[in-house]
């Protein structure tokens, strides 16, 4: 356990030493866009939510204009990290960027998202409600296209999003996931899932570990997905690189397809990232250019 957070630990060292963090701002200033003058790039935030101030980390593609709709994917950093960092390590900024979507980095208190079902943990599933109302009052955004990814904790906590929250998030990308009580989990609909995962992943062991409420095999987590979506039994598999194989479990209810990429020579790290050790970090497949393929394929229904 030790090493695990050990290598946790360096490996968000790294990542924040790999790119600029940009200067929080005044809390006491107000950073509230309006859509008579609307804000583009990326800046923080905040709101209250349950009578805590929650930071966030927004960007705004430049193209940005009032009264068309666009996508919102809510991006969750890892234990220990915040909005800045995982900003840095997905590059999902840029590609909102290119793609015209609109990508908020969300902080957990004490650097830490809560996914079991206790009152931290609905204070969090709160918050995100929040922050994706107080971002509909300021934009226009796409009610069925609200997607959630995250790495680490942060994967768990999308994960969570999809079990708890299916009314709001249309689809999930976690990668290098800490699904804590993943069997605990009821979506109201088939919701797609898409995931990465390394083999050499340390931290969280794509294996699992015991007790598996707590850390379970990646494919088991991903097979009960594909259970609950009414897909079919038995995922395709295919290898479009030696080091990359993906399992595909389709037929599901209402397009809700389940889709596991594992990575061979990749650790605990964001697939692509150009900002983490690259002795962790597989480039056969980019994460963030993926998963946006994937999340304007599957709108809510």
């Known amino acids: 356990m030790k090493l695990r957070i050990l290598l946790l630990l360096t490996l968000l060292m790294v990542i924040a030493c790999n790119g600029p963090l940009r200067k929080r701002s005044d809390p006491t200033k107000s950073s509230q866009p309006n859509l008579g003058s609307v804000r583009t790039g990326s800046f923080e935030d905040q709101i209250t939510s349950g009578s805590v101030t929650r930071h966030f980390l927004l960007h705004v593609p430049a193209g940005y204009q009032a009264g068309t709709a666009v996508a919102l994917i809510l991006n969750f ?31 957990g ?43 680490s904790n942060g994967g768990g906590m999308t994960n969570r999003l999809a079990c708890n929250l299916s009314d709001l998030i249309a689809a999930i990308a976690p990668d290098s996931g800490a699904y804590n ?7 109201s609909r088939p919701v797609p899932v898409l995931a990465f995962h390394g083999l050499d992943d340390n931290v969280v062991p794509y294996e699992g570990l015991n007790p598996e409420s707590i850390t379970p095999p990646v494919e088991k987590w991903a097979a009960a997905w594909a259970v609950r ?9 295919t290898t479009p690189v030696d080091t990359v194989t993906v399992r595909t479990w389709s037929a599901c209810q209402n397009n809700a397809d389940v889709i596991l990429y594992t990575l061979a020579n990749h650790g605990h790290s964001w697939p692509g990232s150009t900002v983490a050790p690259k002795s962790v970090t597989s480039q056969a497949v980019n994460a963030t250019d993926v998963m946006w393929e994937f999340f304007k394929s599957h709108p809510m229904p």
């Open 77 to 107: 950093h890892g234990y220990g990290s915040n909005s800045q960092q995982e900003e840095n390590l997905t590059g999902m900024s840029a590609k909102a960027e290119r793609e015209g979507f609109i990508v908020v980095y969300p902080d």
């Open 109 to 151: 208190i004490e650097a830490t998202w809560h996914t079991g079902l206790v009152a931290q943990g609905d204070a969090d599933r709160q918050f995100v409600r929040d922050l994706v109302a107080y971002l509909e009052s300021l934009y226009s955004i796409d009610p069925k296209r609200i997607y959630a990814t995250g790495i």
């Open 181 to 187: 009580f993943w069997e605990n989990c009821s979506p």
């Open 229 to 237: 979506n009414g897909c079919s039994t038995s995922p395709s598999v």
